[in-house]
């Protein structure tokens, strides 16, 4: 088996939450390398998985990891905030545990020719899904001045960011904007930049911020949750990891809603007050995982 060099993030955490041990169904909405799958599959013989990414690249790599237990799993290249709007996807009474672990896996991070990572050249790509035609690229050429600084400001929490985009347009008029290379080298005299220890590099705020533009991760993330808890039977457990601050504070708020719930009637439990972090030790060792928040809740 290749060794993709992804490791899941509060795998522990993850499928205690989930009451991972139960028979029954699994969903997990963004299964990349299916390091989570593969532990549940691995732990409870009981367990199906129906695993979605919109990845084609994940989804093979994870059909080759999960092979040995292929005939307990389905995989579909679907984005999982429309799930529901396939409803022959999933058998709804039979499902335990919903996971949607955020983001973009090192799998995807580590390939030069996706153009996620500012530390690897290549082109300003950073599509999940590749069949989509808006690229960073584009996004780049064609934004306005203001509107790329919005991006920046609200997606990267950056400050500068009028400079910032003062300066890509220049550059892309000069046709000096071509590469991961290019913009982070322009990020650098923007920001002036001399590496520190410990000094995150502005580039990584830079490439997050537009990653999220490019594949509009956070759109529609709080109603799909809103949604999907409504379907799912009572008992079912919802864990959501994400990376960034507005991913885990429209999760928490939706969350929120939903134990409110409509006339006074909760539609779930919320089983993590305060979101689970990882340990020193797992971040000593994933270092991937720093920012990862985990909340969880469960049906009524
Ligand atoms: C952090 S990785 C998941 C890693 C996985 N839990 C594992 O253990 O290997 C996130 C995955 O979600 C996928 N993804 C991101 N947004 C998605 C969406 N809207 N619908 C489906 N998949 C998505 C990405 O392609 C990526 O493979």
Redesign the pocket.
């Known amino acids: 088996m290749k060794d993709y060099g992804?490791?899941?993030?509060l795998?522990e955490e993850t499928l205690a939450y989930l009451q991972a041990s139960r028979a029954g169904v699994y969903i997990?909405?963004?299964?990349?390398?299916?390091?989570?799958?593969?532990e549940i599959l691995r732990r409870n013989p009981g367990a199906r998985i129906i695993g979605?990414?919109?990845?084609e690249l994940?989804l093979q790599a994870?059909a080759e990891r999960l092979a040995r237990y292929k005939d307990r799993v389905k995989l579909f290249q679907?984005?999982?905030?429309e799930m529901l709007d396939f409803q022959d996807l999933v058998p709804w009474g039979e499902v335990r545990g919903v996971?949607v672990?955020?983001?973009?896996?090192s799998?995807?991070l580590d390939n030069p020719e996706r153009g996620f990572s500012f530390n690897l050249e290549g082109p300003l790509d950073m599509r999940?899904?590749t069949r989509q035609k808006t690229t960073a690229e584009k996004i780049l050429m064609t934004y306005p001045e203001g509107r790329l600084a919005e991006v920046f400001k609200k997606y990267g929490e950056l400050h500068h960011t009028r400079q910032l985009a003062r300066k890509i347009a220049t550059q892309r008029k000069l046709g000096l904007l071509k590469t991961t290379t290019d913009l982070k080298k322009l990020v650098e005299e923007v920001y002036r930049w001399v590496p520190q220890k410990n000094r995150l590099h502005p580039a990584a705020r830079v490439f997050q911020a537009l990653r999220i533009e490019v594949?509009q991760?956070l759109k529609g993330l709080d109603t799909f949750l809103e949604r999907l808890a409504g379907q799912c039977p009572s008992g079912t457990r919802l864990v959501v990891?994400s990376?960034h601050s507005l991913e885990d504070r429209l999760v928490k708020k939706a969350f929120q809603r939903l134990a409110s719930g409509q006339e006074g009637q909760p539609v779930v439990r919320i089983l993590t007050r305060k979101p689970v972090r990882p340990t020193p030790e797992e971040i000593e060792v994933n270092s991937r995982s720093h920012s990862a928040k985990l909340r969880a809740a469960e049906r009524v």
Do not use: Y
């Open positions: 992804h490791r899941p993030v795998v997990d909405c963004t299964i990349g390398l299916g390091g989570h799958a593969l979605l990414d919109l990845d994940s994870a679907v984005d999982f905030r996971l672990d955020l983001g973009i896996s799998f995807q999940i899904d594949n991760e990891i990376f």
